[in-house]
């Protein structure tokens, strides 16, 4: 063979390095592949290693402008329930049962609308990202607000109720938005206090519910119907270039909406039986503050001979109580506590509240404003121990079963118990004027505070029987006290 044939031609050289610089490269993009599926393990193992990666300073802003906002949402949510009731009254043809149940609608529609919406929109977090959805949730609730100011100037009774129903379903969409995205930041800046997280975001939320009420009271007898939502409205429109200017853009990559997979959904968190217990508790503690906000305001006014801004005082206690009492449930449930057994005492509390409140004709108590107040009162206390204890039992639930990383668990959480909340508080105001209209402020209360009892009584059992940690606990509660 001549010297000529054993030398490699020019073509066989470059397709001998082409093929090399073809595996060098795939060399490398396995690598990368590699390191990218290592830092996604690891993101989703250690449960949020970015969020905590965050200054002080940015989680601080992040939780002070999040807190800042749900107390001005639920203002808003609040802002109605001391006049449009009495308002819509006088706009019916007849005050029939069929128009009491409309009006109850009109304040539950919007919760019905964030229990199909809440789950959804969680798990649309990695699509819009958590400021997105901040920002645009409070500029539509804020519209809704401005548009709601004008349905009292129209007469015929059919189109005012039309319009009502579309704005509180428009609201409804936005505030589930606005809530699983607060919940997202907050969760995903301080990962590792999730009974905290969930504390001041009640707080807020009870605070906020306590100023609305007071606030839509006094403008209303300011200067009528209008007034108070165009005032919400403003305060909305201030607060939303708050938010676009404060949280700052990194806290988009917030750990409950990064690599939220299909590979935990709705189902598997459904199929654990405790997620449901808890799921109820949330139900029927959100049912009884829908079922007291269209009614108590007029049992008051009949009752007492009250104005309209005292009437809305009813409202403002049970939310300051309620506020009062998260962070310290939440504080003590990261700490030891069990919330198994906080759930329970709330439940108990809810319950002896609702007996009280009327009070139910069979304790032949005289009625009593101050009795009346400390009664509510009592009620947002026991509403803010099952609220707060909640979400950590859920998450520990979901943790003990493997459903999931911390991130997918909290994001699911959020829709969950969003979605319970919004049950219950939209069942409330239908069931409140129904069974109100049907036998009385007294009876209706007393009802419900005796199905409170029993669910407490199953509760309890099924948590002990479930639960070794907290016979351990109540025995030494016990031995402690003996």
Same mark, same amino acid.
């Given at each position: ?34 390191? &990218? ?28 402008? =999040? ?53 959804? $929109? ?13 920002? +645009? ?47 997202? +930041?907050?969760?995903?800046?301080? *990962?590792?206090?999730?009974?905290? %997280? ?36 403003? =305060? ?6 708050? $938010? ?14 990064? &690599? ?12 654990? *039986? ?53 962070? *310290? ?7 030891? $506590? ?6 329970? %005492? ?76 919004? $049950? ?6 239908? +069931?409140?004027?129904? +069974? ?11 009802? =419900? ?34």
């Amino acid at each position: 063979m001549s010297e000529d044939a054993e030398e490699p031609s020019d073509v066989d050289v470059n397709r001998q390095r082409c093929e090399l610089q073809h595996c060098i490269d795939a060399s490398r993009s396995e690598s990368e592949d590699a390191a &990218k599926t290592d830092s996604v393990d690891s993101d989703r193992d250690d449960g949020g290693a970015k969020a905590s990666a965050l200054s002080p300073v940015r989680r601080n802003i992040i939780l002070l402008c =999040v807190a800042i906002n749900n107390t001005i949402v639920w203002a808003a949510i609040g802002l109605m329930m001391p006049f449009f009731g009495g308002a819509a009254l006088k706009k019916a043809p007849s005050p029939s049962l069929a128009n009491h149940f409309v009006i109850g609608l009109i304040f539950s529609i919007a919760t019905f609308v964030e229990f199909l919406a809440a789950p959804i $929109l969680a798990k649309d977090l990695v699509n819009v990202g958590s400021k997105l959805m901040l920002v +645009l949730s409070t500029f539509e609730i804020s519209a809704m607000m401005f548009l709601f100011s004008f349905v009292n100037k129209i007469e015929l009774w059919s189109i005012f109720l039309a319009m009502c129903l579309i704005i509180r379903l428009v609201q409804g969409i936005s505030t589930a938005a606005n809530f699983v995205s607060s919940f997202s +930041l907050l969760v995903g800046a301080f *990962p590792e206090s999730n009974g905290l %997280v969930n504390g001041v975001l009640r707080c807020a939320n009870g605070v906020g519910y306590a100023m609305g009420p007071a606030i839509g009271g006094v403008l209303y007898d300011v200067d009528g119907f209008a007034l108070p939502f165009y005032v919400l409205s403003g =305060v909305l429109g201030i607060n939303l270039v708050l $938010l676009v200017m404060f949280i700052p853009p990194g806290s988009e990559t917030d750990l409950c909406s990064v &690599k939220l997979k299909s590979d935990i959904s709705y189902i598997q968190l459904l199929s654990v *039986p405790w997620v449901w217990m808890v799921l109820i508790n949330l139900f029927i503690t959100n049912l009884i503050m829908g079922f007291i906000e269209p009614v108590l305001s007029v049992y008051l006014k009949n009752s007492f001979n009250l104005p309209t801004i005292y009437a809305g005082i009813g409202f403002s206690i049970m939310s300051v109580a309620f506020g009062a009492v998260t962070l *310290p449930v939440g504080y003590c449930v990261d700490r030891s $506590l069990n919330p198994r057994l906080m759930q329970a %005492v709330g439940l108990f509390i809810c319950g002896i509240s609702c007996e009280l409140v009327g009070p139910a004709p069979f304790l032949q108590l005289p009625k009593s404003l101050a009795f009346c107040y400390i009664a509510v009162v009592l009620l947002g206390v026991g509403i803010g121990f099952v609220a707060v204890s909640s979400v950590p039992d859920i998450l520990r639930t979901l943790d003990a079963h493997g459903l999931g990383s911390p991130g997918e668990m909290r994001a699911a959480a959020a829709g969950l118990f969003q979605a319970a909340v919004s $049950l219950g508080y939209g069942v409330g105001p239908m +069931l409140g004027s129904t +069974l109100t209209a049907a036998v009385g402020f007294e009876y209706g209360t007393s009802i =419900v505070g005796a199905v409170y009892l029993l669910w407490t009584v199953i509760f309890s059992i099924a948590a002990v029987s479930s639960d070794k940690l907290l016979i351990v606990q109540l025995e030494n509660l016990v031995k402690g006290q003996s």
